[in-house]
């Protein structure tokens, strides 16, 4: 885009009259495939203008080949048995005959990193790497007996579809098998970027620029770029199969709605103004992002569907389906989530939620309110063990002043509610259903006392426990028993919990962060009244009735719905009875028992 507009008139990018909307396409289609031999077929692609990554057939993304495949055994996750970090090796027994020099590797280093390396020299069973640009820290470290596998070499291509491009021939080999290519529509992306707001690379930032009702596909980097300006407007716009569709950084007063985006590689929206304000990301369609292990990007803050950073920020009534990581990330003072709808999360990496923060010491005025968030997944394979560690609502690393409350949770593969060193967060009126752990309460080593929050009028139906808290350093920095920590969290109180599940309620600790003899301290886990004791507060909570099952039901809708059981009696968990039939708010969830 070559100049800015103003506020009386902006520049429109859009399609007029009738008819199927325009696409800007950086695809290019490819033919005149070779047999290279053992089901690969190849042909050359000129001067691509974009890291090659975007392959389609049919219209259907297709993976870079891997060894192991991903539906190996252990998802195609090999183990390391040693690393070492300052000379950047791995070492495994089960490397075997083939020397991977020139290829990638693929490592897993944290939950939520995935690495794509690039192998250097392999000497018998150990094989040096570099990490890629930009990674550092503890974060970017290799971790013993934590997962790998190879990428980006055509001895891996051995199922259709897969792909291999060799940059020094400009060649891509796809494996077909007993397939003949020319009975498919082939492309691959040949541009970086489709429209480029500048910001960047001595290009001037521009602002008051509305982009509409433009199909948009096959963009090697991000479908919209831009750095820095104000008022941008992306709206009715579609977006599929890219590696990005939508960056815009340092922006203010900039609106992304009603857009639907699929298939992406990496990130779907990504929204991050920092101290700027008044970003809107609203009604979009978000799907499948970031399903591919080492096809998105290296290092923290990738295959998330919703990315925003930035003061009075409103995210609403998005709907979000089948993501890598995080459905929705946000930060900044004043910022608001509510009426989205969240499904499948933490599909490729976990330790994340479906919607998440993280930080935000002096942030304040935060509300995530009315959103429906249902099936995290969990990526357990790769890591440290095979328990997934996902969460429905994660707030996490010192995030404060962040008012939680009228969301409904279910099935979730570790926790509903998760709240990490953090001070003033109120959890009110969230329904939580079958979830390990309805609360996970944790002052991890590194983060703040968990002080001044407030957990009131929760539903919890677990199927293990209702609350666990975990102290990582009880005595530092100063020396505290358990009792009185826990009593400094904040207020309890007219909750719903279970009773007739293995552990009610739970707490642990370590007394100090380094480790040593006793350090470790777990009592029994308890039932309610005792917890009601020791906590000093839960006055006015309840328990569940022992072996009531509930039918949970959640309305994705923004219009009331009516749940129909006629010729019978259900009765809400305040004990209310109903008779034949229940009317369902919008955005919200219900037990019936």
Not at 115 to 137: E, H, L, M, W
Not at 567 to 593: C, I
Request: one cysteine or more; a neutral charge.
């Amino acid at each position: 885009v070559g100049k800015s507009g103003n506020s009386s008139t902006p520049i429109i990018i859009g399609s007029y009259g009738s008819g199927p909307k325009p696409k800007i396409s950086g695809f290019t289609t490819l033919n005149n495939w070779v047999s290279a031999g053992s089901g690969i077929f190849k042909t050359t692609i000129s001067t691509p203008n974009a890291p090659l990554i975007v392959v389609t057939i049919n219209n259907n993304l297709q993976r870079m080949g891997r060894f192991p495949n991903a539906d190996a055994s252990n998802g195609g996750w090999l183990n390391n048995e040693d690393v070492n970090n300052n000379t950047l090796s791995i070492t495994d027994k089960d490397l075997g005959p083939t020397n991977w020099t020139g290829a990638e590797a693929v490592m897993r280093k944290q939950r939520w990193i995935i690495d794509r390396c690039k192998v250097i020299a392999q000497n018998g069973n150990s094989f040096s790497y570099t990490n890629p640009t930009g990674t550092i820290g503890a974060a970017s470290a290799a971790k013993k007996g934590w997962g790998y596998f190879f990428q980006n070499d055509i001895r891996t291509l051995d199922q259709f579809g897969e792909w291999f491009f060799n940059t020094a021939t400009n060649e891509l080999s796809i494996f077909f098998g007993n397939n003949n290519p020319a009975a498919y529509k082939i492309k691959t992306a040949i541009s970086d970027t489709l429209i480029n707001l500048g910001g960047a690379k001595g290009r001037e930032a521009k602002s008051f620029i509305t982009i509409e009702k433009i199909n948009f596909e096959g963009a090697g980097k991000v479908a919209i770029f831009g750095l820095g300006g104000s008022n941008i407007i992306i709206k009715n716009c579609s977006f599929n199969n890219n590696f990005n569709a939508i960056d815009l950084f340092y922006t203010s007063n900039s609106t992304t709605s009603d857009n639907i985006i699929s298939n992406c590689l990496n990130n779907g929206i990504v929204q991050v103004a920092m101290s700027y304000a008044n970003s809107t990301i609203q009604n979009n369609t978000i799907k499948n992002i970031g399903l591919f292990a080492g096809m998105g990007g290296s290092g923290d803050a990738n295959y998330a569907a919703l990315r925003q950073n930035g003061n009075k920020g409103n995210i609403n009534h998005n709907k979000i389906d089948s993501v890598g990581y995080n459905g929705i990330e946000y930060n900044g003072s004043g910022t608001n989530v509510s009426y989205n709808i969240i499904t499948n999360f933490c599909m490729t990496k976990d330790d994340g939620g479906g919607i998440y923060t993280q930080g935000g010491l002096k942030e304040n005025d935060r509300t995530v309110s009315y959103n429906i968030v249902v099936g995290g997944i969990g990526a357990p394979l790769g890591s440290e063990n095979k328990l997934p560690s996902t969460v429905g609502i994660y707030t996490d690393d010192n995030s404060n002043n962040v008012n939680i409350n009228h969301n409904t949770i279910g099935n979730i593969a570790d926790a509903g509610l998760f709240c990490n060193g953090t001070n003033s967060v109120i959890l009110d009126n969230n329904i939580i259903y079958n979830v390990p752990v309805a609360i996970k309460l944790t002052r991890s080593t590194t983060n703040q006392l968990l002080r001044n929050n407030s957990i009131t009028n929760n539903q919890c139906y677990p199927t293990k426990t209702n609350i666990v808290y975990w102290n990582g350093r009880l005595q530092e920095p100063e020396v505290l028993d358990i009792k009185t920590d826990m009593h400094a969290i904040g207020k309890f109180d007219n909750n719903f919990y279970r009773s007739d599940i293995p552990a009610p309620f739970r707490w642990f600790y370590h007394k100090h962060a380094i480790d040593s003899p006793g350090n470790y301290v777990e009592p029994p886990s308890t039932y309610f009244s005792f917890w009601q004791n020791f906590i000093q507060d839960e006055a006015n909570s309840h328990v569940f009735k022992p072996g009531a099952v509930p039918v949970f039901k959640f309305n994705v809708t923004g219009n009331p719905m009516v749940i129909k059981f006629a010729g019978q009696t259900k009765m809400l968990p305040d004990g209310t009875s109903l008779t034949n039939n229940y009317t369902l708010p919008a955005y919200s969830g219900v037990l019936l028992f």
